[in-house]
């Protein structure tokens, strides 16, 4: 991108807000366009409302954006994306997870030789960027003495208990919703592989996988689990280098963790708080994106891979 981004926004739901918000504190971008089909009016961007249209495809009629932003439902992504790459040079970035069946990641794949789907397609794959999981891998880089990881335990909770078809319509299952966000976090750690075994419970409000994995030469597996069974959010991922007997545990909720091996307390990280949790993870993506080398978290391949396992899962009501 050059010195100046100019980035198109396409969704005006609740997650565009944080994307917006983050975007009016980079200098290097300018919003050029917002569509909604479902917006009268773009809200206002810096002290002034940008051009606003029904559908991208019109913006596009009038823009040449560098990057165009899809804060739209999952299962619009892959028509969006192709217009983008159709009508448009801009890079792409899609809320995750990039698309809802692999009908249409095969159908993006199909493109990539005509369009470069792989060095034009972005993942938003945000927890890979919270602060408490760059912490943690920093740990990782900085001790190889500790070896590999050798077990991985993931719980990821949302307050839905009371808004099961709310949340069922809106995000379809616990699995759907979360397992994404916990899969782009292990690729921050390790490199997955397969799903071993899957079961979605509760009819869909709740799931229990368990995912293998490769860690410095050594194969491991990561039980993952998510649910909507509570009244409080809450998320952790407690990583064990069991060669060294060292653990790391991370507060995604609190963006806090430590490392410990024993009774010995090895190192710590914490929050002030300051900072909104998603403005957290969304600020340093932008920051990757707009630069020359996004983070490989951010891309097609990681998001391919991340989807066929994500979708490796059975439909709620159903296991193995």
Known sequence: MGDLARVGM????VIAKTHLEVLAHQPRVSLEFTADPHRPEPPVFRGARPP???????????????????????DTHADLVVQALERSPARVLAEKPLVHDLASLARLRSLDEKADVRGRV???HHFAFSPEVRWAAEQLAEHPEWGPVTGITSAFYDPYVLLREKASASYLSSWTDSGVNQLSTLARFVEPTALTSARQLDDGASAWCVCEYRSRGTVGTARLRTSWLTGSSSKETALVFGEAGVEV??????MTGFAARGGELLATYGNDGRTPRKVAHYRPLYESLLSGSPDPVLSFDTAAALTELHHAAPPPGTGR
């Open 249 to 254: 545990w991370i507060d995604h909720t609190a």
């Open 122 to 124: 972005f993942t938003a």
């Open 10 to 13: 396409v969704g005006l739901g």
């Open 52 to 74: 606003h249209y029904g559908s991208l495809a019109a913006a596009l009629g009038e823009h040449r954006p560098d990057l165009i932003v899809l804060a739209t439902p999952t």
